[in-house]
């Protein structure tokens, strides 16, 4: 899998990707392919404050349970309803299936973030 490099990626398999003050989330191909299949997505209201690191939420496969950690600290500002009703799309288009938006509180404060060069070198 190629991961894209206009996203930036975090080492728990979320990515981002920054258009001026606003970062849209969601999870890697790794993380999808590690999950299975995707059966249940949580996520937060809009006008929650996410700090970066923090789980925002969860995802439930057939196999386990994982958070949701924001790669950058802002208010979110859309979910993916769509994800209520088709948690699957996630198993099927990971990099183009969004789980919320966020208003950044720093747009220019990804230092702690991957590239994919280096999000690819992180899986070894």
Sequence with gaps: MSYPADLKY???HEWIRVDGNV???GITDFAQQQLGDVVYVELPEVGRRV???ESFGSIESVKAVS???APMTGE???VNDELKNHPE???TDPHGTWMIKV???TPTDSGALLDASQ???HLG
């Design 51 to 53: 700090a970066a690191g």
């Design 119 to 121: 999000y690819q070198s």
């Design 103 to 105: 208003k950044l509180a």
């Design 67 to 69: 958070e949701l950690f």
């Design 76 to 78: 979110v500002i859309a």
């Design 10 to 12: 975090t080492k728990e």
């Design 89 to 91: 799309v996630v198993n």
């Design 23 to 25: 970062g849209t989330i």
